[in-house]
C-alpha cells in the first residue's frame, strides 16, 4: 500500500497512510446506477427487442371476449354514475367531421411511435446524462401495462354492444389503428386498459417541457397529451378511464427510475463523462474530472 507525504513548514516531508478502502472503488451495483453515456447501437438494439417483445407479449393475451366486453359495460356504468361518460358524444360530433376525423384516425395510427420515437433520439443527443433513467420511466411503464391487459381485458367502446359508438377507421376506410379494418387480426382486440397511448404522450410531454429551454417546444410539450387524450376518445378506442391507467403505469414508471437512480431522471446532470482508461472504478472516484455542462463538477447521484 502506497504512502502519500505531504511538506511540513520546515520543508520536511513526513508521509501518511493511504486509507484502506480508497483503493477498493464502488462495487458494479453502484456503477450500475450512475448515470453513463448511451451507446448508439445498444440503444437501438435494445429499443427494437424490447418493442418487438412488447407487442410479441400483448398480442399473446388470450382475447376473453366475454370478460372484456362485461368489463367495457361496468366501466362505462361506472362513468356514467360519475358523471364523465362523454366518450359517445364526442365520437359522433368528431365523427360529422371527415377531414378532422380522418385526421385524427391516422394521428393515432402513427404519432404515438413517431413522437416517442423522436423524444428518445433528442435525449440521447441533448441530454445523454438524463437519458437511460427517462428510458427506464419509458420501459418500466410499459412493463406494467402488459401485465394490466392480462389482468383487466377490456374491450374498447367501438365494439362494445348496445352502444351508439362509431368505429371510425372501418366507417371512413382510412389506415388507422391496428385494432380496426384488415390489421384487427394482428392485434390484441382487447388490451383497451391501460392505455399506453396516454402513458407514452404524457411521457413525451412531461419530458419535453422539464427539459427544453424553448417556450414554443414546451408549450408543445403540454398540448401533445392532451390532444392525444381527444384522439384515443374521438376514435372510439379508449374511454376516459383507460387514460387514467396509463397515467398509474407512467407513475409506477417514474417510482422505478426514482428508486435505481436514487433521484428522478430529469434532476441527473445534462452530460456524463467520457470514460477514461484506468484501474476499475477510478472514473466513479470524486474528484476524477467530471464535469457537467458550464463547466461545473457533475452532480453524484
Excluded at 4 to 21: I, K, N
Excluded at 121 to 128: F, K
Excluded at 198 to 213: N, P, R
Aim: hydrophobic letters at 45%.
Amino acid at each position: 500500500m502506497g504512502n502519500s507525504t505531504v511538506t511540513t513548514p520546515e520543508g520536511r516531508e513526513s508521509a501518511l497512510p493511504q486509507p484502506v478502502a480508497a483503493g477498493n472503488g464502488p462495487g458494479p451495483l453502484h456503477r450500475l446506477r450512475t448515470p453513463r453515456r448511451p451507446r448508439f447501437w445498444f440503444e437501438i438494439l435494445l429499443i427494437a427487442v424490447s418493442y418487438w417483445t412488447y407487442s410479441l407479449v400483448r398480442n399473446a393475451v388470450p382475447e376473453q371476449r366475454a370478460e372484456a366486453l362485461s368489463n367495457a359495460d361496468w366501466i362505462w356504468k361506472a362513468e356514467h354514475f360519475l358523471g364523465i361518460a362523454v366518450e359517445e358524444s364526442v365520437n359522433q360530433a368528431v365523427n360529422s367531421v371527415t377531414w378532422l376525423i380522418i385526421g385524427m384516425n391516422y394521428y393515432y395510427a402513427t404519432l404515438h411511435f413517431v413522437v416517442t420515437l423522436g423524444v428518445l433520439v433528442w435525449l440521447y443527443r441533448r441530454h445523454p446524462g438524463r437519458y437511460a433513467a427517462t428510458r427506464l420511466v419509458l420501459f418500466a411503464t410499459t412493463a406494467v401495462a402488459l401485465a394490466g391487459y392480462y389482468l383487466y381485458p377490456l374491450a374498447p367502446p367501438r365494439l362494445m354492444h348496445g352502444g351508439d359508438f362509431i368505429d371510425t377507421v372501418m366507417v371512413h376506410q382510412t389506415w388507422g389503428s391496428m385494432a380496426s379494418g384488415d390489421l384487427k387480426n394482428m392485434s390484441n382486440q382487447y388490451a383497451a386498459m391501460p392505455s399506453m397511448h396516454i402513458g407514452w404522450s404524457v411521457w413525451c410531454g412531461l419530458t419535453i417541457f422539464a427539459l427544453s429551454t424553448v417556450p414554443w417546444a414546451r408549450v408543445l410539450g403540454v398540448l401533445y397529451p392532451a390532444l392525444t387524450l381527444v384522439v384515443i376518445v374521438a376514435t372510439a378506442n379508449h374511454f376516459w378511464l383507460d387514460a387514467v391507467g396509463g397515467i398509474l403505469c407512467l407513475a409506477f414508471g417514474f417510482a422505478v427510475a426514482r428508486l435505481w437512480y436514487g433521484r428522478q431522471p430529469y434532476t441527473l446532470p445534462k452530460v456524463v463523462p467520457a470514460q477514461r482508461p484506468g484501474p476499475p472504478g477510478a472514473e466513479d472516484e470524486p474528484g476524477a474530472g467530471a464535469r457537467a455542462e458550464d463547466g461545473q463538477p457533475a452532480a453524484r447521484v
